[in-house]
């Protein structure tokens, strides 16, 4: 698994995109680091966002709470932090899959904004997640799983090692440390909830950019027959291919 990866032949300097990353979720990561660059118009650095690494490091020392159902529930806000308060870098959960270039999503960049992402409104029916995590709900859920970061914006420079390190999953999750005014909203198809939001049939504008298999994806056996599992499944085998063609 590489640190980072750049598209070659091109002068723009790389938009830093941090994945987070849970060994149990190996698959996820690399599907996802592969789709969002295999739809690339532009550079991309891409980075996991791995605990272990952090907690190496001297990072991130807090203890595992029983409400975190991956290894990146809380290190993820540490995305500003990790790009040194510089330019706009995305955090993401590794359970999405791009369908459409990231170009798009940068598009809407706003420097108003202190955070950017989609404003879900969602209340899972699952009592469990992922591969049997207790679901938990509360306001703003999902909002966290993609978010857009203005690094250098003032507000964002809370975000460091010691407090994540301590906060509550309230604070963080929901973005207390901003104003309402200071959080941006980007189109629900960057962060399409399979099994929550759906396609229009007569609307290309709802079909997903980004597909997130937030109860679980086909990584997972029981999931092996979600909605948009055949994508999902296609892209695991593009990556093999592609891995496979550099290691020979």
């Known amino acids: 698994m590489g640190s980072a990866d750049h598209l ?3 002068t723009l300097p790389p938009f830093k995109i941090f994945i987070g990353y849970d060994f149990r979720e190996d698959a996820a990561f690399e599907v996802c680091r592969h789709s969002l660059l295999k739809h690339s118009s532009i550079p991309l650095d891409i980075s996991p966002i791995n605990q272990s690494d952090l907690r190496a490091a001297g990072l991130y020392w807090r203890d595992r709470d029983p409400t975190e159902s991956t290894e990146f529930s809380f290190t993820r806000f540490l995305t500003p932090y990790l790009a040194g308060f510089h ?9 999405f899959l791009y369908t459409a270039d990231i170009a798009g999503l ?5 420097d108003r904004y202190a955070v950017m992402c989609v404003h879900h409104e969602y209340a899972p ?5 992922m591969d049997g995590v207790v679901q938990t709900i509360y306001p703003r859920k999902n909002w966290s799983s993609m978010v857009l970061y203005n690094c250098k914006h003032p507000k964002n ?13 309230a604070f963080l999750h929901r973005f207390l440390w901003l ?12 962060n399409f909830l399979v099994g929550h939001n759906q396609v229009d049939e007569n609307d290309p504008n709802t079909f997903p950019k980004a597909i997130h298999y937030t109860s679980g994806g086909p990584w997972f056996e029981q999931h092996i027959n979600c909605e948009f599992a055949d994508l999902w499944l296609e892209g ?11 290691e020979s």
């Open 8 to 10: 070659p032949n091109s």
């Open 87 to 95: 330019g706009w870098a995305m955090f993401v959960d590794c359970d």
């Open 106 to 110: 940068v598009a809407l960049l706003d």
């Open 125 to 129: 029916k699952e009592t469990t997640k």
């Open 157 to 169: 420079r809370i975000l460091t090692p010691e407090l994540v390190s301590k906060q509550t999953g």
């Open 179 to 190: 104003e309402d005014d200071e959080i941006g909203s980007v189109p629900f198809v960057w």
């Open 236 to 246: 695991l085998e593009e990556f093999k291919r592609q891995k496979k063609f550099v």
